[in-house]
């Protein structure tokens, strides 16, 4: 089982910013930017976004730009941009990153430290904002 499987499931703990039957969002633990989120299917762990069968594909990428409309209604910035790269963990996933410049997508750039309290009320925002849509 990976890590985001045990995040999706419950058994570690993620600051939560949506939930679906299927699909799961919570903040990244080494944040590009406040608000960036991590997108997850539930219950396919395949490493490889473009091994998914084209129904949890194209479901995927339909609740992540829900949540990226969240993010947006609730993290100060330009645009929220996206990225797959899943090079540390085999569990595919889609990055949201709130951005106010390209540079923010950089991710070898210094990271900003946020305390638990911050990312645990980035993450309220964004789940409140969610859950009007
Ligand atoms: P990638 O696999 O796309 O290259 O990067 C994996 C991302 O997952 C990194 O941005 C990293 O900070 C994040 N990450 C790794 N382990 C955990 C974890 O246990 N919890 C959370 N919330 N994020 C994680």
Known sequence: MTIFTKIAKGEIPSWKVAESDEFYAFLDINPLAPGHTLVIPKNVEDDYIFHLDEATYA???????????????????????????????PHTHIHLVPLQTEGDLNFRKERPVLTPDQQAGIAASILAEYEKL
């Open 59 to 89: 479901g995927l990428w339909a609740f992540a730009r829900k949540v990226a409309l969240a993010i947006k209604a609730a993290v100060p910035c330009k645009r929220v941009g996206v990225a797959v790269l899943g090079m540390e963990v």
